[in-house]
């Protein structure tokens, strides 16, 4: 049986999940390592799947207070002021990755059941995240949400070669 660990995104696990980042890219965005220690920095919930003293997986999420507000405009963040503008009371998943060789190993599942625990603890109503639809549609993702119980609230196009579905799953 496999033992993963996991554990709160530290200083030591930070450039692993950069590298599941940006193995991921571009399902996930891409960031540079600093941006993405600002993000984990920021964030309300952060945690990485470790296999063997490596990172294989995380996600980071954030929700939608007065600090996290100020610092996603401050980053200009398009897909949380989008949310922003349709929901209350949410926590939106900035970003999950999992590494290719540890998929179908019900890691993604985990990350997330933990994040609905986070969640639940702290009162939160919703989960909220985006699924790329162009320039590729994110088929996985879509159903992997979907599977959970996310339903789409709106698409967003900001231009011609990027468009997103934005996702939400009530907790209440």
Known sequence: MNNYEYS????????GCHRVNQENVPEVGSRSLEGL???VENS????CVIFKNKVVGFVICFQDTEKTISYMEEIQHKNFKEISKRL????????IAINSEFRNNKLGSELYANVINFAKNNSIANLTA??????TVNTPSLNFHKNFGFIEI??????????????????E
Do not use: A, C, G, M
């Open 88 to 95: 209350n009371d949410f926590l939106y998943i900035d970003r």
């Open 130 to 135: 985006e699924i790329n639809l162009l320039p």
């Open 44 to 47: 309300d919930h952060n945690e």
């Open 8 to 15: 709160p995104i530290i200083e030591s696990f930070l450039k």
């Open 154 to 171: 709106d698409t967003v196009k900001y231009d011609e070669d990027y468009e997103v579905s934005l996702q939400k799953k009530s907790l």
């Open 37 to 39: 220690r600002n993000s």
